[in-house]
């Protein structure tokens, strides 16, 4: 690792409590001018905003999504993890295909 030189102070810059007023005043002037004006927003922007402003997320499908604590036997979910891998799918979308073919078998057994 390399050792840093030594400077002097006098090398390293002025402290702003030993410079004189008139030399502070010089240093600070362009913090003194007023603020740029500007101009409303237009609706482009406005919206350009909103969207900056939302959450990142998963996309919101059908009425989005809510999360639920399910207890499986260990072997059951196994093989509901086997399954899924080999069909590329994760547990949510396993399930919820499950549900859904069941609700749908349901609702066929009302209507005949």
Sequence with gaps: MKKRK????SQRGKFYSSLPAEELDRIAAP???EMVPTRPLTPAMR???RRAKRKRG???????AE?????LE???LRET???AKKHRKNRSQLVAEGLRAVLGERQRRRAS
Aim: glycine share 14%; proline share 4%; net charge positive.
């Design 47 to 49: 919206a350009q905003g």
């Design 81 to 83: 993890d086997a399954y």
């Design 74 to 76: 260990r072997g059951l």
């Design 6 to 9: 030594r400077t002097s102070t």
């Design 31 to 33: 913090f003194d001018k």
């Design 58 to 64: 998963r996309p919101v499908v059908g009425e989005g």
């Design 67 to 71: 999360k639920v604590l399910v207890t």
